[in-house]
């Protein structure tokens, strides 16, 4: 009688063949997911070039979209995006945004891995010049703004809810460099003078996950604003200058700076006191805000 699949007895034995398309089908089950990979031209930092640029393929990664030359990332089905860097430098001369400060780099809110290609590769601030002040890279936590006073538009409308991320981001085999977390100077007064901001994460400010591998980092330094007994703002009397912020500097009208260089963020019609603002002489600083006159800061 021939034997069927169905009633082959337990201790049978299967064809050779079979049993190797049933272990290669267990491998490849069992086996992790494979990386997403973009990869970057040869010193490209900024956005919408005709090459893949370093801004460009972390905007990618972060939205799983295609950005200016590269490619989409694709961590929601595999296991994250890896950035892959030419050997060289790229240079980084401008902020990209104001989270906590100014950061070189966009906000890393999804699972990334950067890449150093074994020749060296340094991510660097350009501070040539006298380029302006700012760290290279913030990793979002993902945390609701519930109860931190939200920044608001002119409307008072939500502007953002919530801290970018989660972000996970390793770095491996490469330089971080130059990077400069500069807290705000407070504002001069009469009859007082604000005190200086916070400067924090000279090359990286982290809330998420980060994992450091082989990589080196070079003068990066964060440093605290200056009182405002020696800024360069104008006295104005009558009224205590305000307190530099974790970015802005606190003014001589009183009112404290917050993330950004003006005090308000992310809009400059944003309220004082509302996350990442300072405050002014009815209000006191928001998270990472200076404080008006008389007032804390947050």
């Known amino acids: 009688m021939r034997m069927t699949g169905l009633d082959r007895p337990a201790n049978a034995r299967l064809p050779a063949t079979a049993c190797v398309i049933a272990l290669l089908a267990a491998a490849l089950s069992s086996s992790p997911a494979l990386a997403n990979v973009i990869q970057v031209a040869k010193a490209a930092t900024g956005p919408g070039g005709s090459q893949c640029s370093l801004i460009d393929a972390i905007n990618a990664a972060n939205d799983n979209k295609k950005t200016g030359a590269c490619p989409a990332g694709d961590d929601a089905t595999n296991g ?7 050997p060289g430098t790229y240079k980084l001369s401008t902020a990209d945004n104001s989270w906590y400060g100014p950061n070189g780099l966009p906000p890393i809110t999804s699972r990334i891995t950067i890449i150093g290609d074994p ?8 501070s040539s010049q006298g380029g302006s002040a700012f760290r290279i890279f913030y990793i979002g936590g993902g945390e609701s703004l519930t109860g931190y006073n939200p920044p608001t538009d002119s409307s008072g409308n939500v502007i953002y809810s919530k801290l970018p991320g989660p972000g996970n981001l390793t770095l491996q085999n490469l330089t971080l460099q130059n990077g400069l977390a500069q807290g705000g100077d407070g504002g001069k007064g009469d009859p007082g003078n604000g005190g200086g901001g916070l400067g924090a994460g000279g090359a990286i400010y982290n809330q998420g996950t980060l994992t450091l591998d082989g990589v080196t980092l070079n003068g990066n330094a964060a440093i605290g604003g200056n009182g405002g007994g020696t ?5 104005s009397s009558g ?6 912020g974790m970015g802005g500097k606190g003014d001589n ?8 260089s003006n005090g308000a963020w992310p809009q400059s019609s944003s309220s004082p006191g509302t996350f990442g603002n300072g405050g002014d002489s009815k209000t006191t600083g928001g998270v990472g805000g200076g404080g008006g006159a008389g007032k804390n800061g947050g």
Do not use: V, W
């Open 253 to 260: 009208f009183g009112n404290g700076g917050g993330f950004s």
């Open 231 to 235: 800024s360069t703002t104008t006295s």
């Open 80 to 86: 994250g995006d890896e950035i892959l860097l030419a």
């Open 119 to 126: 020749q060296g590769s340094i991510i660097m601030r350009d």
């Open 239 to 244: 009224s205590p200058g305000g307190g530099g």
